[in-house]
């Protein structure tokens, strides 16, 4: 597909919680073309701990690592995005393939927890994995990153443990009180995204970082990035800064794409 240049898209599931405790339900969504899974989202599950969620678990469960070695053995990219700090070493210590961070952002630069530490990028580079630099203004300006620290805590405080009819009432409410989707412009810019993807080339290597943007994930987004269309303005900062086409190339997809071979196969 690549080669023809064409534009395709890799099915992936945001949530370990979605396999409900079964692998046999995580290898349905690999026979159905499920190519990547990312741990956990928002809160913790029953076998890992979210870097926003309560730590519960301190990391993975036993289960857990028999997720990532079952996501090794059936070719299922495992992404540790939104998984806490160690959970994220308890996945490099488990699995045998390269591992993502689809959709993570700097901690030195902007101090949120979503975000990964420099040891964890040197960490995952080891590995042969990739970082996704994400584009959220709250994870690459720490002016943003204040403002969304109390949403966060309201997140955390509202019930996680309703189930059946309760729960589709509740997600229906929350839905409701959530509006449209208006995304506005926050303090970051693109030259906040060129930064951070220069702190992950210097601390884990061009082969290891790539394109996270998270666009349909966050209403607050940096000045100049501010949907796919001005995609070619962080082009244009990254040659600006001196960048070969070559290794822009590598960034827009090609570190993913050997990913993608590694871990799934031809």
């Not at 309560?54 to 495992?78: C, P, S, Y």
């Not at 303005?233 to 590694?262: C, P, Q």
């Amino acid at each position: 597909i690549v080669a023809q240049k064409k534009i395709a898209a890799v099915l992936s599931v945001e949530g370990g919680h979605q396999i409900d405790n079964d692998l046999a339900v995580l290898r349905m969504y690999r026979r159905m073309g499920v190519l990547s899974m990312t741990l956990t989202h928002f809160r913790s599950n029953d076998w890992a701990d979210s870097s926003t969620g309560k730590q519960e678990h301190n990391g993975l469960t036993e289960f857990g690592k028999q997720v990532v070695h079952e996501m090794n053995r059936i070719g299922m990219i495992v992404d540790v995005s939104h998984v806490s700090d160690k959970a994220f070493y308890d996945v490099l210590q488990v699995t045998a393939k390269p591992v993502i961070a689809s959709h993570s952002s700097c901690r030195t630069i902007c101090a949120v927890p979503r975000n990964i530490t420099d040891d964890m990028m040197r960490a995952l580079a080891k590995n042969g994995g990739v970082v996704g630099v994400t584009f959220p203004a709250a994870f690459l300006n720490q002016k943003d990153a204040d403002s969304l620290k109390d949403p966060i805590a309201h997140e955390n405080a509202l019930e996680p443990n309703l189930t059946g009819a309760e729960l589709d009432q509740f997600a229906a409410k929350e839905g409701a009180a959530s509006g449209e989707w208006h995304p506005r412009v926050g303090n970051a810019t693109v030259e906040d995204a060129a930064d951070c993807i220069d702190h992950v080339v210097k601390i884990a290597g061009i082969e290891h970082v790539g394109i996270g943007s998270d666009f349909d994930g966050d209403d607050v987004l940096p000045r100049g990035l501010e949907d796919v269309s001005k995609m070619p303005n962080l082009v244009a900062a990254l040659l600006k800064r001196g960048y070969k086409e070559s290794d822009i190339r590598k960034i827009m997809g090609e570190n993913f794409m050997r990913v993608l071979r590694e871990v799934v196969g031809q």
